[in-house]
């Protein structure tokens, strides 16, 4: 995939010879990506906001967040678990409190599309003074390569609540690469871009498309929700995680994000990654092998 970030920065966001862009959730799919495109540019230092960086990152430490923002020019903002659980919109208010007076010029903050709890967050984010760019998503095509999804498609079998409801899958690097040109082009200031592949296919279609990417045979089993997250429990999955993703499934999968949108090409000026292409390409890296585990 072209990357289109990896341009000379002058003339985007501040003017001193090295700035540091904090990146929290850094080790996550979508931080670690926005941290490895940042590395390439000599002019930036990349402090990366998690429990184990050094200052340290945790959301339920609020005390600890300023160490965090010393000295940083612009922020890329990922909350965990999700904004739409509880007490979201409080973390975001003190964050961005604590990062203007820190004097955070930019926040590019990561939101979920067609969750009233984002758009409450996102509104925080917009009237905190900072300039900002809001990167509005919904499932991630690595959900079926890194963790939630990846044993069900090693195992052959990959078990969900989701029926025919559509999704136009993203591509975690098209959402890396539409924030590292926000925390540096001017252009995108106090911009919203919903984020989406050009196309929408149900979950029973993007396991197809992984079968004849890999061309291993993977079933896509269809449950009620209820056993869905009853069998999660038994797994040890935490209560949170399991009333998080019932939401997801049980509200926000109903149709709302059907429809694809044109955010990546009105960030960057080209098209989104399909899942077809996202599944040769990670097909290629292994990751789907049989042997992986």
């Not at 690097?173 to 925390?183: G, N, Q, R, Y």
Request: proline letters at 4%; a negative charge; charged letters at 25%.
């Amino acid at each position: 995939m072209t990357n289109t970030t990896t341009t000379n920065t002058a003339g985007t966001a501040g003017s001193t010879a090295t700035r540091t862009v904090l990146v929290l959730g850094g080790t996550g799919k979508t931080g670690r990506r926005v941290a490895d495109r940042l590395r390439r540019h000599d002019d930036l230092t990349v402090r990366i906001g998690s429990r184990r960086a050094e200052p340290s990152f945790d959301w339920t430490e609020p005390a600890g967040w300023a160490a965090a923002l010393a000295g940083c020019d612009a922020v890329y903002l990922s909350y965990q678990p999700d904004l739409a659980v509880p007490g979201s919109v409080g973390d975001i208010t003190e964050f961005c409190r604590q990062a203007k007076l820190a004097g955070v010029r930019r926040i590019v903050l990561l939101s979920g599309r067609g969750e009233p709890e984002a758009r409450a967050c996102e509104q925080v984010v917009e009237q905190s003074g900072i300039e900002h760019t809001i990167l509005r998503c919904s499932w991630f095509m690595q959900n079926f390569s890194e963790d939630y999804l990846l044993d069900g498609v090693l195992a052959g079998e990959v078990v969900l609540p989701a029926t025919e409801v559509p999704e136009p899958f993203v591509d975690a690097d098209d959402i890396a690469d539409v924030a590292v040109a926000a925390l540096l082009e001017d252009r995108h200031k106090n911009q919203l871009y919903e984020l989406t592949g050009p196309r929408s296919i149900t979950f029973a279609e993007a396991v197809r498309e992984t079968t004849r990417a890999t061309g291993r045979k993977i079933n896509y089993i269809t449950v009620p929700l209820d056993d869905y997250l009853a069998q999660l429990a038994t797994y040890g999955v935490p209560d949170e995680v399991g009333q998080l993703l019932g939401y997801l499934f049980g509200t926000v999968l109903d149709g709302r994000n059907a429809e694809p949108v044109d955010g990546v090409r009105q960030a960057l000026g080209r098209e989104a990654t399909s899942f077809a292409d996202f599944a040769g390409r990670t097909a290629g890296t292994g990751v789907w092998d049989e042997v992986a585990r």
